[in-house]
């Protein structure tokens, strides 16, 4: 497809256990940023990509959150050791190039709920 | 870090009337908005942006009006229809637009 494609669309895990999200954005897209969203919420930054280098990094909640973007397209969201209150819609979304007036073409998130 | 809040959490219309969203923002310095729409189980979807050089910016049954003097930004729908029903959502670019500031967001229910 043409747009931003994210998976898996839900996930459930239990306390304590690593989850990995993916995020594959619009082709040729050079930025790629990951949101977290709690329900009833707006998005809130995570993390932000320029082709493979993370530039920004400041919105991660804590180090348990890693993100990764090594061949500057696909990218994946992980988190380690999850806790209940990881439980929400993580968005990923990219923009053609860098800075900008550039809109973001998000994904329809990942449901990650921590039993 | 900005603070970009919204004054109504919900808002209802009748179909065909105008509706008109708020957002209040915190950071004088900000250049560049975007409202985003969300529906139900989708991500945010763009609306309409507008740069701090502007204070008004039309598109296809939207209008943006931006007001630096209070930090106040609205967003106008004309002749609001039920596929207009969903969550609007403000948001301000900061860090050279490398990080974006959403609102809580409105939920607009548009009564046939």
């Known amino acids: 497809g043409a747009g931003v494609s994210q998976s898996p669309r839900y996930k459930v895990a239990k306390r304590g256990q690593d989850v990995a999200l993916r995020c594959d954005p619009i082709?040729?897209?050079?930025?790629l940023f990951w949101y977290q969203q709690a329900l009833g919420q707006g998005p809130e930054f995570l993390t932000y990509?320029?082709?493979?280098?993370?530039?920004?990094k400041s919105g991660l909640p804590s180090d348990r959150f890693f993100a990764e973007r090594p061949e500057g397209s696909v990218s994946t969201l992980k988190i380690q050791r999850t806790q209940q209150e990881d439980s929400a819609v993580y968005l990923c979304?990219?923009?053609?190039?860098?800075?900008?007036?550039?809109?973001?073409?998000f994904g329809d998130g990942t449901r990650l709920s921590i039993l | 870090g900005e603070s970009v809040g919204l004054h109504l959490p919900t808002l209802s219309v009748q179909e065909g009337d105008n509706s008109i969203i708020n957002c209040a923002y915190s950071?004088?310095?900000?250049?560049?908005f975007i409202w985003y729409k969300q529906e139900s189980g989708k991500g945010p979807q763009f609306i309409i942006d507008?740069?701090?050089?502007?204070d008004k910016r039309q598109g296809q049954r939207v209008t943006v009006l931006l007001n630096k003097t209070v930090k106040h930004l609205s967003l106008q729908i004309a002749a609001t229809q039920p596929g207009d029903s969903a969550v609007y959502f403000c948001?301000?670019?900061?860090?050279?637009?490398?990080?974006?500031?959403f609102g809580s967001g409105t939920k607009l229910n548009v009564k046939p």
């Open positions: 507008i740069r701090s050089n502007m």
């Open positions: 950071n004088s310095a900000s250049d560049y």
């Open positions: 948001a301000e670019a900061g860090d050279n637009f490398n990080k974006f500031y």
């Open positions: 082709s040729g897209h050079v930025s």
């Open positions: 979304a990219s923009s053609l190039t860098t800075g900008g007036e550039q809109p973001q073409h």
């Open positions: 990509f320029q082709n493979e280098a993370q530039l920004d």
